[in-house]
């Protein structure tokens, strides 16, 4: 008779549901373009920056409240924010196509910054971690015409700076230093690190 150690006879831990508290079709796209299927459940948190907040302390804050807004055992749930900073102010997304026409002009020709912050939470063991990731990005000096033209195609309307590398914002991005993913909404280098940080690999999350 072959007797099984004890050790052997424990069960495998089940893997946590990856859950991604954000509705933005960018990071959904991202994940799913690596074979991920997480539940998608957006946070509602109120952003307003604090008084004096430095920008990589902000972005920071609302990916940790997003991640714990609404996290449940037995789930890992991933969070991100993305904000757009030149000249140390913070270009949120525009409120109208006015505004949007405003940001691009102030980006046109000059070298803003790219900052996501990213939080993982696993509430069932109340273990999280989180980084920063910033990418420098440097805009092609803009006509009038041209930011009119993209204005109108509709889609800088709910991008922070008012543009989106991934679409046809890339026709106005001159050039990048740092992680492309991150421009897009979700450093996905930095998002594998941190699941390592809690013993995880991100691709054993892989739907297919």
Known sequence: MTIVPA????????????????????????????GLDPIVRPADVDESPLK??????????????KA???????????????????????LGKPTDE????????ELSGRTHDVLTGVAL??????RSVDTVVTTRVRV???SAQEIVWYVETGEPMDKAGA?????????????IEGNYTNVIGLPLPALAG???????????????
């Open 140 to 142: 092609a000096a803009l």
């Open 163 to 175: 543009y989106g590398i991934q679409g046809l914002g890339a026709l106005l991005v001159e050039s």
């Open 7 to 34: 050790a052997l006879q424990m069960p495998v831990p089940a893997k946590p549901t990856l859950v991604l508290a954000s509705g933005s079709p960018r990071r959904i796209e991202v994940l799913r373009g690596l």
């Open 121 to 126: 939470v696993e509430p069932g063991s109340a």
């Open 68 to 90: 714990n807004a609404d996290a449940r055992p037995g789930e890992l749930v991933l969070a991100a924010d993305t904000i757009v900073v030149l000249d140390g102010r913070l």
């Open 52 to 65: 004096g907040e430095a920008p990589d302390t902000y972005v920071l804050r609302l990916a940790r409240d």
């Open 194 to 208: 941190l699941f390592r940080q809690l013993g995880l690999e991100l691709r054993e999350f892989r739907a297919r």
């Open 98 to 105: 006015r505004d949007a026409r405003r940001m691009l002009a």
